[in-house]
């Protein structure tokens, strides 16, 4: 096995020359504390311009520091599993997956094995990738569509900011029940546990801010087919809101839809796009509608 998961390097300019490389690494390079610690105390390195050294190092304008981000060990309680991965983007940070419906994403007292984390664990035990499982974005068991796994925690921390921070945009397809009124509309209804559940979620004032857009793309005899775009990332929020409005999910019994046509919610990821959090290149990446769904239309 690798003895690194990844290496990001940069390149100090002028702004930084005679510094400290941990000023640089902090500020600069926007590496935690706790990330230069889990660095320097699980086996990373920290080089300029190719030889091992310390934070307290000083840098000079045209050095190159690359940080060596050590390899990391999944979970005992996880088991590494081969099964069917669509990767839509990969690099030595991050993947993207199409999820299939029906997989959850993480193992539960329910669902030990079998899920996404058991296959992508698979995938790095037969490719050697030291990495363990960071989920950006989960999707429900019965949701499809385009995921975001990070291979290491600071790939998995940057994201994750991004995120809380909106900068994760993910558009979502749906078929709902009935013929919507407004075409075109946004969803805004604070979403909480529902008290007599310990897994539905429900409109409530006390809960936390959710906002859901939609637009109608075409209307079928099953129902309506709409686009959506999540400003926020709530619990079960695209069911809960068209629940709320009266138009639940097709498939969705724990909501209120029926299936007809579908056996499990009309739900899939579609696109997904976010800036890369070490280049800051722009990854968009599409999937298309599974099967179940594109029969409905």
Known sequence: MNKYVANVTWKVDEDWDQELLRPFLRERCHISKKGLAQIKHNGGSILVNEKEVTVRQTIQTGDEVTICLPAEQASSSMEAEEGILEILYEDDHLLVINKQAGIPTIPSREHLTHTLANFVLGYYKKRKIPATFHAVNRLDKDTSGALIVAKHRIAHDRLSKLQQAGAVNRYYRALVTGELSRKKGTIEAPIGRDPNSI????????????????????????????????????????????????????????????????????LHCGMIEFQHPFTGEKICRTCELPEDMRRLL
């Open 199 to 266: 897994i539905t979620r429900q409109v409530r004032e006390d809960g936390k801010r959710a906002v859901t857009h939609y637009s109608v793309q075409s209307e079928t005899s099953y129902g309506s087919f709409v686009h959506i775009k999540l400003e926020t990332g709530r619990t079960h929020q695209i069911r809960v809101h068209f629940s709320y409005i009266g138009h639940p999910l097709l498939g969705d019994d724990l909501y209120g839809g029926k299936h007809i046509g579908i056996t499990r919610q009309a």
